[in-house]
T-cell receptor
């Protein structure tokens, strides 16, 4: 799986959009970009994933650059409950038996 | 739809004791896995299963056994607990859509071995 780089921490005001960047310059053509988060003392939670097109669901939007070397997770209206560690993961198909590699992630702190 | 459930939430064991961590999912996923999470270590895969009756080892299987008699349940057994097994344990159920994979994690079991 390709390596990812994320800033260690970010702050966001409640109600504002949180934009979390991720660099994955060595991504290969069949690898997807996944985002998970882990709220303190809870299990990791899937947020969204994409291959090359932008994606949106009820939790977030994912913007992937045309060259696929970076992406941005957008939480459109951050709340205090969005305070968590966010992980960007690049992962190919047929990975049964291999662990999801979470890396260090970005700690997002949302404040009122 | 409860997703992935794990019991117990917390457990304290003495060295040498055995116990079973329970995991169940109601999403009819074939693939399930067990991870442990230690500070600064990220998630490490213990065992996984690609369907009922099929299990295999992950990267840190020693000291743990698993079985998969049904699609829904995937228990993790500690045969003789050791302090090094103090950790937070997460069970995951995996949905596959073609080449895409989504992992759904349970709330975790916090285990302390004295």
């Amino acid at each position: 799986d390709a390596k990812t780089t994320q800033p260690p921490s970010m702050d966001c005001a409640e109600g504002r959009a949180a934009n979390l960047p991720c660099n994955h310059s060595t991504i290969s053509g069949n690898e997807y970009v996944y985002w998970y988060r882990q709220i303190h003392s809870q299990g990791p939670q899937y947020i969204i994933h994409g291959l090359k097109n932008n994606e949106t669901n009820e939790m977030a939007s994912l913007i992937i650059t045309e060259d696929r070397k970076s992406s941005t997770l957008i939480l459109p209206h951050a709340t205090l409950r969005d305070t968590a560690v966010y992980y960007c993961i690049v992962r190919g198909a047929n990975q049964a038996g291999t662990a999801l590699i979470f890396g260090k992630g970005t700690t997002l702190s949302v404040s009122s | 739809n409860a997703g992935v459930t794990q019991t117990p939430k917390f457990q304290v064991l003495k060295t040498g004791q055995s116990m079973t961590l329970q995991c169940a999912q109601d999403m009819n996923h074939e693939y399930m896995s067990w991870y442990r999470q230690d500070p600064g270590m990220g998630l490490r895969l213990i065992h996984y299963s690609v369907g009922a009756g099929i299990t295999d080892q992950g990267e840190v299987p020693n000291g743990y056994n698993v079985s998969r008699s049904t699609t829904e349940d995937f228990p993790l057994r500690l045969l003789s607990a050791a302090p090094s097994q103090t950790s937070v344990y997460f069970c995951a159920s995996v949905e596959h859509h073609g080449q895409k994979e989504t992992q759904y994690f349970g709330p975790g079991t916090r285990l302390l071995v004295l």
